[in-house]
């Protein structure tokens, strides 16, 4: 007879409940199976990374330090972060009935470093790429990396670099399938099964913004190019596809202008845009300044007085000349070559840095046109091509972009411009104390080395104070004093007809004229240089007292300017008509003193007196400080 008991345990197992707890059983296995396959799969992930970064990177050496930054990226950030992230998820091995939870939550903890990080290292990797596949064009130098990179990871195989530097890529696009393998081994009802789906999804949105902004960074990279193009080069590129998109944005624009249709505002990208415009202006204002003071500071050391033999007894002159060579040779030369190292160079890098994000905001103009038209074209039609959608993505990432970075890159370039301000003025101290020091002898011999710092300031502003007094008297008193005339000889055969005029009018009266004058007019006379002439009346018949009335000798009389002349002019004679030419060009003048000036007047023979002369006219030049002079100046007889 069979025992009843040998049939129990095969009734349990076929019972629902009995499968349930298989069923529960084999989740729990499966969930710490996947558990373990995170924490090992990290381990192996962390050791991989170090390898590369120490190991394979150091011996290649025979790479440029630039290609070696492109290859291997932020891998050491990477590093940081996953080894603090690996050491937390071992720590949760302890806790194992909370492990679940604490996993989920470590994942949330992690989710913004993980982004930070690899999204940098992401978006270069396309650029590592191109690097690869230049270096399997040179089989000689395929070889050696080749040789070096299986000496250190066997596993890697032909693929090489291309195995090595995909692995971060390949694991933070694993850790999403690895939290969804132990979430669907996890019951509905356990209190970790929530916390797991936010750690998947968060996960999944670390991809996803990941991938967003690699795309940002192709976009900005095709756009950030500064190409070198001849005019021929620029016109080969025309065609109707790109006049159809200029002329496109042309209309768009000046709707716009004209109020046709509204315009798109973005207030932060507005004011990023402005902050970023200010902090450019600066370092052009800056790097123009810096220029200009470089060349002040090459013309001062090509000024060399100390070289040449002042003819100087020996004393403090020839101490000064050893001081100024000294600080010529050393000190000066010195300060130049720190200055274009600490200060030029850098600004220079600046300058060039803002190039990038300037070319952006420019492009992202001719997008924020087109997106704009494809927006009105997408409303009224509900639908839109693939190339007009693609422009309509350029522009938003091309927006989302310069909004995310420009905060970071306005406070970078603010902080880079102030360190290179406080650069220049530590030179400058520098520069200062330096030169104090190698003229500490010679200050011994300043007459106020003993005054204080406010007196000697005093002194000094008292010294510039009376300087500046003696400059405006001199001024003064230059505008004031005439020079002692010059005499010119007399005409020959004319000594009779100065006779005449001394005895009819006296040495008061007379003047001699300084240039050959030619009148213009119908009154006016031609007079040569030297005649001399007896002044009557120093205005003509009109009143006019730029031409004066006088008489030759020979009853002729001739009016000579007197005061600049007025606005007015005689009736029916305009200024012009009285230039007051001084005879053919290149005839001798009175050598006019300082502050000279030239007058146009205009000489006239009274109707009456005499015959009628040819029209003449004549242009003096002012002698000495006066504000005016006579064309002819006096003659002083004895």
């Not at 050791?47 to 990177?57: E, F, Q, T, V, W």
């Not at 968060?202 to 900005?220: F, G, H, T």
């Not at 800056?286 to 060399?304: G, I």
Request: hydrophobic letters at 35%.
């Amino acid at each position: 007879m069979a025992d009843p008991g040998a049939d129990e345990p095969s009734s349990r197992s076929g019972s629902p409940a009995g499968e349930g707890q298989d069923s529960e059983d084999r989740s729990l296995l499966h969930q710490r199976l996947a558990i373990k396959e995170l924490i090992d799969t990290e381990v192996s992930y962390l050791h991989m990374l170090r390898l590369c970064s120490s190991d394979i990177r150091s011996r290649l050496q025979q790479l440029p330090q630039g290609d070696l930054d492109v290859l291997f990226s932020n891998m050491d950030d990477i590093i940081k972060v996953n080894d603090r992230f690996l050491h937390d998820l071992q720590e949760t091995a302890s806790e194992e009935e909370e492990q679940v939870r604490l996993i989920g939550n470590l994942f949330l903890d992690f989710q913004e470093e993980f982004e930070r990080v690899y999204k940098v290292y992401c978006a270069s990797y396309d650029q590592a790429l191109l690097l690869v596949e230049a270096y399997q064009k040179e089989p000689e130098l395929q070889r050696e990396i080749q040789d070096i990179i299986e000496a250190v990871v066997p596993q890697a195989g032909r693929s090489g670099l291309s195995f090595l530097l995909v692995i971060p890529l390949q694991r933070i696009t694993k850790y999403p399938l690895l939290l969804q393998k132990i979430l669907e081994n996890t019951l509905p009802d356990a209190s970790a099964y929530s916390v797991l789906q936010r750690a998947t999804s968060a996960l999944r949105d670390v991809n996803a913004n990941i991938n967003e902004y690699k795309m940002r960074k192709e976009v900005a990279s095709k756009y950030n190019k500064v190409e070198q193009l001849t005019l021929r080069e620029r016109l080969a590129r025309i065609n109707t596809h790109t006049l159809s998109k200029k002329t496109t944005r042309l209309s768009q624009l000046l709707k716009q202008e004209a109020g046709l249709i509204p315009r798109t505002e973005d207030k932060e990208f507005d004011d990023l845009e402005e902050r970023f415009q200010w902090v450019s202006v600066c370092v052009t204002e800056l790097k123009s300044n810096v220029a200009a003071y470089l060349d002040n500071l090459e013309a001062f050391l090509r000024f060399r007085p100390h070289d040449y033999d002042l003819d100087v007894p020996e004393g403090p002159v020839a101490h000064y000349r050893s001081l100024a060579r000294d600080l010529q040779r050393e000190a000066f030369l010195e300060f130049k070559q720190r200055l274009e190292g600490l200060v030029w160079q850098p600004l220079c890098s600046l300058a060039k840095a803002l190039v990038g994000p300037q070319n952006l905001i420019k492009k992202r103009l001719d997008k924020l046109l087109d997106f704009e038209r494809v927006e009105e074209k997408l409303l009224e039609a509900g639908s839109v091509t693939y190339e007009e959608e693609a422009a309509r993505h350029t522009y938003q990432a091309l927006n989302s972009l310069l909004v995310a970075e420009l905060p970071q890159f306005n406070q970078l370039a603010l902080q880079w411009l102030g360190q290179i301000l406080c650069t220049f003025v530590a030179l400058q101290r520098d520069l200062a104390k330096q030169v104090l020091q190698r003229a500490e002898g010679s200050m011994d011999q300043l007459p106020h080395r003993h005054l204080s710092e406010p007196a000697f300031n005093k002194l000094v502003e008292d010294t510039l104070g009376q300087a500046s007094d003696q400059l405006r008297s001199f001024r003064e008193n230059f505008e004031k004093v005439l020079p002692l005339p010059t005499t010119q000889p007399l005409l020959p055969g004319s000594e009779r007809q100065v006779q005449a005029l001394l005895s009819k009018y006296g040495p008061g009266k007379l003047y001699q004229v300084t240039s050959n004058v030619s009148g213009p007019g119908t009154l006016d006379l031609t007079l040569p240089r030297g005649q001399i002439v007896a002044l009557l009346q120093n205005k003509d018949t009109k009143g006019n007292s730029s031409r004066w009335l006088v008489d030759t000798g020979g009853g002729r009389c001739l009016p000579l300017c007197g005061p600049e002349p007025p606005r007015s002019q005689p009736a029916g004679r305009p200024a012009r008509d009285c230039p007051g030419g001084s005879g053919q060009e290149g005839e001798p003048r009175v050598e006019p003193g300082r502050g000279e000036r030239t007058q146009r007047i205009c000489a006239f023979q009274l109707p009456g007196q005499g015959p009628k002369p040819s029209s003449m006219g004549l242009e003096s030049a002012l002698l000495g400080y006066s504000p005016w002079s006579p064309c002819c100046q006096r003659r002083r007889w004895e």
